[in-house]
């Protein structure tokens, strides 16, 4: 029988035959074989080596027929290129029954070029040949060489010969070489004197499972269109984009793509065969034929015939009933075999927001769309079975207009940055004209008019910095510790400063420094506070001794009157002192003279 092992044992032959030295070998055209049982309709061209891939129905090989798309194989089971694909270059595959012949063709020649064609492990017997060329073949039959007219090359004036594997053999090789200003006789002595167009590496079975289901060439796969092909080719990769796959929204129609084919790639094309879907957890599915467009169905359960369309090439398409959340398996089969499963889980409407404390705080006066997300609290969104729920602007499904601030907030509340798969959400708020600190709530409102409203938060609001304060976490630190600096910023009215305000805006001037150590990361413009505060981590240096850190903002000075310093030390490493030394050597020896004068009533006593 015909495995998957076939198919990698051509593929490791014809790479065996590249290693050879073929690598270096530029591909002829790009122009496809056709799969095998199909009727060829590549036409002949010079230099290129393709193969008739359409079975004779008599059982006898057609090689001298002057329309290549007459030509017949005999046996052949499978055609490809090393790749997987029909590709006519110089690493093409094919499988045949080893009973079989294999007809091969290409053009006839130009002027004063000669092609010839060379089989290993089988023997060759010229079908065509332009009447007005100069052919021959060689006394072994496995090399067949043709030379160019003067009418130039045509698809209609194309060499074709028959290829029989020796007995025995289980594969073969059929090349084609072809070289300018040789003769007839010496490329049919020496072929490999030419440049290589074509080679196919053939292996040789005894039975074939074409046409009969393969489970590991069948399956399904998430695709990106509500649309069926018309046609189906290799099994494709799984496809996520337009919103397709794994994770839907409730309401969405989720397609899947049915591929249904042998051991050899080929589809499958039965008429007495059924293709039956159906999905768990009360999921809808239905079936679309090749070319058709998929919909919601109505039922767990879908059937299609092949009388009627080819499950190769088919959609299904995957709903949920409702907006609730929904995980379901999708499983297909193939006359009663699974060739599939898909897991889906469809992402209900809004049950939960969650706002997160801010790490930020604002301007007086500010709009939320000056805070722009860039530090306001993270927002989240979620369904009533905790999946991440990403509203999109415009959606059909998840709106961002369903969100709105809370009658119970105290300030305004915009969704200034969305929350996607790839990016944190944010929130931000307005602010009055005075300082002060108030909780914020949001509401989303549901398609289906369920309202859902978030957490309190506490946010603040604070004017721009006018004073600064430097501060250790620790007066003493040991060699090589991490200190850490913090310079803290406040407003006019002593309140923590917001974070809108461009503290280090005169960079070029401004400095953070110290003498006890080295910044893990130097001060730069880009720097900003967070709740009124910018931190600086320090590697305090192995040198004992007393230091300060200093911080400069000129902008700022003019409020303190002068830069922030802020001393520390750094503590010499622990040692032993001699006085320490002589003082455990002392109480050593009144240890020793205790356990001596012991020893003596001891003995006295006996």
Do not use: H
């Not at 695709?223 to 799984?238: C, F, H, L, M, V």
């Amino acid at each position: 029988m015909i495995t998957k092992a076939i198919s990698k044992r051509v593929s490791l032959v014809a790479l065996t035959a590249l290693g050879a030295g073929l690598l270096s070998v530029v591909p002829a055209s790009a122009v496809n074989n056709q799969n095998a049982g199909t009727t060829q309709d590549a036409a002949a061209a010079e230099g290129r080596l393709n193969i008739a891939s359409a079975n004779s129905t008599t059982g006898a090989a057609v090689s001298t027929d002057a329309t290549f798309s007459s030509l017949r194989s005999v046996g052949l089971v499978n055609v490809s290129d090393i790749g997987g694909g029909t590709n006519a270059g110089t690493t093409q595959t094919a499988v045949m029954l080893n009973t079989g012949t294999l007809v091969v063709y290409t053009a006839a020649t130009t002027l004063n070029t000669v092609a010839s064609i060379v089989v290993t492990g089988g023997t060759l017997s010229s079908g065509l040949s332009e009447s007005a060329t100069t052919s021959a073949m060689n006394a072994a039959s496995t090399v067949f060489t043709m030379a160019g007219d003067s009418f130039g090359a045509d698809s209609t004036n194309e060499m074709a010969v028959a290829v029989k594997p020796n007995a025995g053999a289980t594969s073969m090789t059929v090349q084609l070489y072809t070289k300018t200003s040789s003769t007839t006789s010496s490329m049919n002595s020496t072929p490999t004197q030419g440049t290589l167009g074509g080679q196919i590496t053939v292996s040789l079975v005894t039975a074939s499972t074409a046409g009969a289901l393969s489970t590991t060439y069948s399956g399904l796969y998430f695709y990106a269109s509500t649309t069926a092909p018309s046609t189906s080719g290799a099994a494709p990769a799984d496809t996520t984009t337009s919103g397709y796959g794994a994770t839907m929204k409730a309401g969405q129609l989720n397609p899947i793509l049915v591929a249904v084919k042998d051991a050899f790639g080929n589809r499958l094309t039965s008429t007495s065969a059924l293709l039956q879907v159906t999905a768990t957890n009360g999921a809808r599915v239905s079936i679309a034929a090749p070319s058709g467009t998929a919909s919601a169905g109505t039922q767990s359960t879908a059937f299609q015939a092949t009388s009627s369309a080819l499950a190769d090439g088919s959609l299904i398409g995957v709903s949920a009933p409702s907006a609730a959340p929904l995980t379901t398996v999708v499983t297909a089969t193939y006359n009663g075999t699974v060739i599939g499963t898909k897991t889906i889980t469809f992402v209900g409407e809004v049950a939960k927001i969650t706002i997160s404390a801010p790490a930020y705080i604002g301007s007086l006066s500010q709009s939320p769309s000056l805070a722009g997300g860039t530090k306001g609290a993270v927002v989240a969104f979620a369904d009533a079975a905790g999946n991440t729920v990403y509203p999109v602007a415009s959606d059909a499904y998840v709106p961002t207009s369903g969100f709105s601030t809370s009658a119970t907030s105290s300030r305004a509340v915009a969704l200034s940055t969305v929350p996607t798969s790839s990016a944190t959400g944010y929130v931000d708020w307005t602010c009055g004209d005075v300082a002060s600190s108030d909780n914020i709530v949001a509401t989303y409102t549901n398609l289906s008019g369920t309202v859902i409203t978030s957490n309190a938060v506490k946010v603040n609001c604070a004017g721009n910095a006018v004073t600064y304060k430097a501060s250790m976490d620790k007066a003493s630190y040991s060699p090589g510790e991490i200190a850490k600096l913090t310079v803290s910023f406040f407003d006019s009215k002593g309140n923590a400063a917001n974070d809108d305000y461009d503290w280090n805006n005169d960079m070029s001037a401004s400095s953070v420094s110290t003498g006890g150590g080295t910044l893990v990361t130097a001060s730069s413009s880009s720097d900003t506070s967070a709740l009124g505060k910018a931190t600086y981590s320090i590697i305090s240096t192995q040198t004992a001794g007393s230091y300060q850190a200093v911080v400069t903002i000129p902008t700022l000075n003019a409020g303190i009157g002068e830069a922030q310093t802020v001393a520390f030390t750094v503590a010499a490493a622990a040692g032993v002192t001699n006085a320490e030394v002589l003082k455990s050597i002392v109480a050593l020896i009144a240890s020793i003279n205790k356990q001596i004068q012991a020893l003596q009533k001891l003995i006295l006593k006996r």
